[in-house]
């Protein structure tokens, strides 16, 4: 259990516990702001707005969590030089699929984050970041036509 924190506490005095927590979560966000690149070679044409929305919202989470650990002096991880997708991705279909489990990877991330959380600070970044993430999930799902579109608590396996 974690112990309260007042409203008061400044993002200086980030706990360990809230360090890993976006720490944890910006992984993720790197990986998936990868993955919108391969998802914007092969979505659909018509979704490249769509598309260039979608990994904007993800790069402004990012600068906001990297903002947050900078002003706490707290390391910030590095992206990684490459990302490994869970599927070949050759098709608009496939690039939708890969949509959705980027989504559902990333609300799994922020749901962790908020359950590892001290600061308010970081517990509003991921209870924005994972109920966006639900709703790209399933504007996804729709798009593929998946049955029920969402789920009930998004970020659980």
């Known amino acids: 259990m974690t112990t309260p924190v007042s409203p008061s506490a400044t993002p200086a005095s ?5 360090q890993q927590a976006l720490t944890g979560a ?9 993955a919108y ?5 092969y979505a659909n044409p018509t979704r490249a707005t769509q598309v260039a929305t979608l990994v904007a919202a993800h790069r402004a989470v990012r600068d906001e969590a990297v903002d947050l650990l900078a002003s706490a002096d707290a ?16 098709d608009p279909k496939s690039a939708a699929r890969l949509a959705v489990r ?4 990333c609300a ?13 600070a970081v517990r509003d970044i991921a ?15 729709v798009a593929l036509n998946v049955q029920p579109p969402t789920t009930a608590f998004p970020g659980q396996r």
Request: negative net charge.
């Open 14 to 18: 980030l706990s360990t516990s809230d």
């Open 26 to 34: 910006l992984q993720s966000v790197y990986a998936a702001v990868y």
């Open 37 to 41: 690149g391969l998802i914007a070679a």
């Open 75 to 90: 390391p910030i991880p590095r992206e990684a030089a490459g990302y490994t997708v869970p599927f070949p991705v050759t």
């Open 102 to 105: 980027v989504e559902d990877d």
């Open 108 to 120: 799994v991330a922020w749901r962790a984050a908020l359950e590892r959380a001290d600061a308010e």
């Open 127 to 141: 209870v924005q970041a994972l109920a966006d993430c639900a709703v790209r999930a399933g504007n996804w799902n």
